[in-house]
């Protein structure tokens, strides 16, 4: 074993197993840091309560004076916990969050200090942000954007700074972040769903998305994850020879959670408690090291902002653990990668889920309303929903037999696929009052029923039914949830919208009843929809020749995926939902198209680093070693020494065959990459970096782990996957 690995083994041993003392009960605890409705309640005058809740329901405006109220109030109790910053706390298009601390003391002209915080601070600020990604929207020079107050996810403490979170937009109007192009999905979805819901109850005022994620990880010592440069600059390991074992005992999953894993995780939720994120479950994954949290859903925006400050708070709890999680979709070849399956579903101000059957045939009635809309917008914008949960990284997972495939289907189980081929064979226009007690009794009232027995989950399908909501399970472990939800929404908003226009009409010109109208439309949808519907195989090669009759998309790389964002349909559909503007979508294109180049090529930098500086002298130097003991041999033993050297002369002539072929493809790669850089239009150099580049690299691993399997362990530079995944 080299030096640097063994350090790194050493240190990774014998870890203190620390964590924080577990004082009273979770349940007391939830929420201490946040400024949320029963602090409001405590620290709020009536007027700015009742400001600051019409904020949150719909969405009004909270004038200065208030604002000034709201922010005196946050402050004292800020200062009492014991902070002593507030930020801003936003959601720039790199994917994660920004924050800039500014203490609340100041000085006055005088030179006395005091604690400063007002309604101006804490609804708006100018961070000089000129570097975040803004996709051509801002020059750089301008450096003009702002962050605003959102007052529908509470300010919370983290650590002794007060964090507020914020849209960021630029003085334009244009949204830079993935927050505001959310909320305005989110407010679309729920005029258009309350608009559908008052068919059904007239009380429904207010309809919420609602999202549960579930967070899949990987927990690496974090020595040992400092010892790979891959790691430490991609997240992921760019070689590495498998481990003689990987997941093949299913020995991991659901198994005993190691005592330094569970120390962590314990030490995690403790935090993510106070922080009011409602952490429910763990356990282990599939892999060895591992690992899956889930909470319980909340309202979509909050769901958002609590998954991203999750990741940001299992990074610093993981650095007192010596342990480094890594996010990323593959971070090691031949076992399984990380996803983050978005639970969602629609709820009204009334407590209904409008994805969950009722006692009522008309409950159910309302239930089917909202789940053949559904089916219809994600067959309508297939590939746009696809493309929402398109990144470099997560390109290393869909379609690999592990994840949903880059196709987009619907699983909806057996009993529903009936009830639905039923519906389908009602007949059109006015029903005949038996055919109706047909419907509603045999039909649309046994659907409860049926649903206790929906057990046949698929665990293949990208996009299920799963009794009372939808769940997606493409989205990388990565992925900003914020982009899969604003995508959702906003075709579920658009596909409402069209529906109660086309029931309105019926029961206007053609006088059908409320009920009857809704029949036909929704009968027209499951005809019009069928194709999106599949239960079988996803990991099947016949599914992707069947989706391709079908003319579903099947966008296998992040650059094919993100084409459709600005399409004409995806253009006018984000204006009209009011959710982007044809800017706003041109700029998000051009970041992601950046991003991805940015990530292939710093890929390909650090390749280029470990095969010329690590792996090759590793051979060459052990290769010397063989041939050393050649020479020697025929010192010796003369012409006799052939016999004795077979074996070394076969592992000299192997070494060099992979070495030369590393250079190779090293130095093609580099050259691709140099020609790639040349490229100005960000579309054309991805397509060269998707194309021309990344494809060396597994050309390159496949060299680089055959010379792993050949080379003296001693001499082996890089910390092996056996020591990644198994040393405790
Ligand atoms: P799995 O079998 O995929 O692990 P689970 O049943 O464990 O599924 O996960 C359920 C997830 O779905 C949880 O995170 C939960 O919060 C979420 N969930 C449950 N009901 C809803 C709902 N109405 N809306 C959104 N998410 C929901
Ligand atoms: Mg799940």
Known sequence: ??????????????????????????????????????????????????SVRGAIVSGSKIDRKIADQVAEAIKGWAINMGATHYTHWFQPLTGSTAEK???????????????????????????????????????????????????TSPAFIYGTT???????????????????????????????????????????TKVNATLGWEQEYFLIDKSLALSRPDITLTGRTLVGHTAAKGQQLDDHYFGVIPSRVLSFMRDLEIECTKLGIPVKTRHNEVAPNQFELAPVFEEANLAVDHNLLLMDVMDKVAEIHNFKVLFHEKPFAGINGSGKHNNWSLATDTGVNLLSPGSTPMKNLQFLTFFVNTIKAVDTYEELLRSSIASESNDHRLGVNEAPPAILSIFIGKQLSNVLDELEGVSQGKLSPEEKTELKLNVVGKIPEIMLDNTDRNRTSPFAFTGNKFEMRGVGSKTNCAKPMMVLNTIVASQLMAFKEEVEVLIDKKKLKKDEAIFNVLREYIKTSKRIRFDGDGYSVEWGKEAKKRKLSNNKNTPDAIQVLTSKDSLSLFKSMGVMSEVEVRARQEVELDTYIMHVQIEGRVFNEII??????????????????????KEIYGAGHKKLSEGQLTIIEQIAKH????????????????????????????YAYSEKVKPYFEDIRYHCDKLERLVDDRLWPLTKYRELLFVK
């Open 162 to 204: 007060l964090c507020i979170p914020t849209i960021f937009v630029a003085y334009t109007g244009e949204a830079l972040d993935n927050k505001a192009p959310l909320l305005r999905a989110l407010h679309a979805v729920d005029n258009a769903a309350t608009g559908v819901a008052k068919f059904f109850d007239r009380n429904v």
């Open 659 to 686: 070495v030369e072929a590393l250079k190779l493809k090293t130095d093609a790669m580099v050259e691709e990459r140099k020609k790639a850089n040349l490229i100005e239009d960000s579309n054309t150099k991805a």
């Open 612 to 633: 010329y500086n690590h792996v090759i002298p590793a051979a060459i130097q052990y290769q010397g070693m063989i041939v050393s003991n050649v020479s020697g041999l």
């Open 101 to 151: 601390h500014d203490a609340f003391f100041d000085l006055l002209p005088d030179g006395r200090a005091l604690e400063k915080f007002g309604g101006g601070q804490l609804v708006q600020q100018e961070p000089d942000a000129s570097s975040f990604p803004h996709g051509g929207i801002r020059n750089t020079f301008e450096a003009r954007g702002y962050t605003a107050w959102d007052p």
């Open 1 to 50: 074993m080299s030096k640097l690995r063994f350090k790194a083994i050493q240190e990774s041993q014998g870890r203190t197993r620390i964590h924080i003392e577990e004082k009273g009960r979770r349940s007391e605890q939830f929420g201490s840091n946040v400024f949320n409705e029963e602090k409001m309640l405590r620290h709020l005058t009536k007027d700015a309560l009742e």
